[in-house]
């Protein structure tokens, strides 16, 4: 089945760039999402990205989809501490189940 | 505002005690899941519905069952709680378009 791998801790200082990165294996993935989980909190969707598409910039975020490579990074400029959380990639295939496979979860710590 | 509401943040039960968890979306989505999150493990899919009346086994269905009557009501039932069910769980919903899932804010149980 479908494997998504994120790395499990990212620091960064505030004010500067962070990407997080996700790799996926199934090449049929249609559907690229990145969700936010703050602390104590449900998972929010932030945004995502359909593979026919290379990028999407919304404000701060920018997606950038490698499909030759099935590798997906969030970029977040100008990082502050509320980006303080867990970032989930996911992704799923057109049709069939509805059920996305998610990573395990990237913890972006921001320091002053 | 669209929303997925979970009846309770945290809850603390007694081992084989029988346990109901409610998850109601406002949102007229045909799909709803429940999941469960632990630390290292990442989100595990426990039961989804596509339907009223309709469930389906996720991944770990086991010492679970679900309920789903009404559209917008999806209950997870612990029959007999044991401590290995302490967790976060989380339920969520979704159109099945190219949307992703809207979750609810999480219920942290305790099975003590």
């Known amino acids: 089945g479908e494997d998504v791998e994120q790395s499990l801790f990212l620091s960064v200082r505030e004010g500067d760039s962070s990407v997080i990165n996700c790799t996926y294996t199934?090449?049929?993935?249609?559907?690229l999402y990145w969700y936010k989980q703050e602390p104590g909190a449900g998972l929010q969707l932030l945004t995502y990205?359909?593979?026919?598409?290379d990028m999407k910039q919304d404000q701060r975020l920018t997606v950038l989809l490698n499909k030759k490579d099935k590798h997906l990074s969030l970029r977040i400029a100008d990082t502050q501490t509320g980006d303080s959380a867990i970032y989930f990639c996911a992704v799923r295939a057109s049709g069939g189940s509805y059920i996305p496979t998610f990573g395990r979860g990237t913890s972006l710590i921001v320091h002053p | 505002d669209v929303k997925v509401t979970q009846s309770s943040r945290y809850l603390v039960k007694r081992t084989g005690e029988k346990v109901f968890l409610e998850c109601v979306q406002d949102?007229?989505?045909?799909?709803m899941f429940w999941y469960r999150q632990d630390p290292g493990l990442g989100l595990r899919l426990i039961y989804f519905s596509y339907d009223v009346k309709m469930k389906e086994k996720g991944d770990i269905p086991e010492g679970y069952s679900v309920s789903r009557e009404k559209k917008e009501r999806f209950s997870l039932i612990l029959e007999s709680a044991s401590t290995n069910q302490t967790s976060m769980y989380l339920c969520?919903?979704?159109?099945?378009?190219?949307?992703?899932?809207?979750f609810g804010s999480g219920t942290r149980l305790t099975v003590v």
């Open positions: 990205i359909f593979s026919n598409m």
């Open positions: 949102m007229d989505h045909e799909n």
């Open positions: 969520a919903s979704s159109s099945g378009g190219a949307g992703g899932y809207t």
């Open positions: 199934d090449s049929s993935s249609t559907y």
